[in-house]
């Protein structure tokens, strides 16, 4: 019987060999070796979960204190000029909310095909931190995010001196660090406030304020659990009413609402938000008299 050369042997066991070490053992998983494994030993996530929220009552002091069906608003914290990089910034906190802005410009527009050479040009960019929310969410930004823009965009262009500028754009930048109620309510007020520490001219600054109502009763400024909370059985006047108000010019720059509500219902809750920008209005010229003290140069010494 005819034997095999030894080259050809040689290469029969180097084929067998590779056959044999590159299959894969069927009791072992191939390993993904750009994931992170968890421990061996877990538990289920749903053994932390929350337990369902108890509905809110209808009447009574609310969850931190405030009196329902009346102009009761957070207790607001306000400060200009805190991003150096930017041309102008402000940080606002109403309670548990906390939001910052920055604003970048006037600077040359961009796209040449969108140049105005009469009027300048406002885009707005309004985000929520990925762990802004209970339920945490994508830096990529999602159709909430863009609805929340554009709302913002329309409250304050009209308090915006833009033929001031032709052939440039001003950007505004909002960032929610953590949502605890009432977001673009406060959203318009901190915008407004980083315009007026970058120096852009406007015609009265912009105050937001927003209502929830709930059957025949009504929160001013809600919280996160009373925005998306119902404490009466009726379907009737169920809704939310946002309203960007410019307190010397008496002027409603912005409006939105959602849910179903009477037309005297909406009408009441239109003068209730205003009510409110009023409360707000020291607190915010306060914070901006502060901003030009500390950017005010010394006296120079003769």
Not at 156 to 171: D, F, G, M, N, T
Not at 256 to 283: F, H, N, W
Request: charged content about 20%; some cysteine; proline content about 7%.
């Amino acid at each position: 019987m005819a034997r095999a050369s030894p080259g050809v042997a040689d290469a029969t066991r180097r084929l067998r060999f590779y056959s044999c070490t590159s299959r894969p053992s069927p009791c072992t998983m191939p390993t993904d070796t750009k994931r992170v494994r968890g421990p061996e030993v877990s538990q289920s996530p749903s053994l932390f979960a929350c337990s369902p929220a108890a509905p809110l009552p209808s009447a009574g002091p609310r969850a931190d204190g405030r009196q329902r069906d009346q102009v009761d608003v957070r207790p607001v914290f306000v400060r200009c000029g805190l991003v150096s990089q930017a041309k102008g910034s402000a940080y606002i906190e109403a309670g548990d909310t906390k939001l910052m802005c920055c604003v970048y410009g006037p600077r040359e527009t961009e796209r040449k095909d969108e140049t105005d050479m009469k009027c300048g040009r406002l885009t707005t960019d309004m985000r929520f931190a990925p762990f802004s929310c209970p339920e945490r969410g994508s830096w990529i930004q999602g159709s909430q995010d863009k609805d929340l823009s554009l709302m913002l965009h329309e409250s304050l262009q009209p308090a915006l001196c833009l033929h001031k500028y032709p052939r440039s754009q001003i950007e505004v930048n909002v960032m929610v660090l953590e949502n605890s109620g009432s977001v673009l309510a406060h959203a318009v007020t901190c915008a407004s406030l980083a315009l007026a520490d970058a120096g852009i001219e406007m015609y009265d600054l912009v105050l937001g304020c927003s209502v929830r109502q709930d059957g025949d009763s009504y929160v001013v400024d809600p919280s996160y659990a009373e925005e998306n909370g119902c404490s009466s059985v009726s379907s009737e006047n169920q809704g939310g009413l946002t309203v960007a108000f410019l307190p010397s010019l008496n002027q409603i720059s912005g409006l939105q609402s959602d849910g179903e509500m009477t037309e005297e219902t909406l009408t009441a809750g239109v003068r209730t938000c205003i009510e409110g920008c009023y409360k707000l209005y020291p607190v915010v010229q306060q914070a901006l008299a502060k901003a030009v003290r500390r950017a005010a140069l010394p006296p120079s010494e003769s």
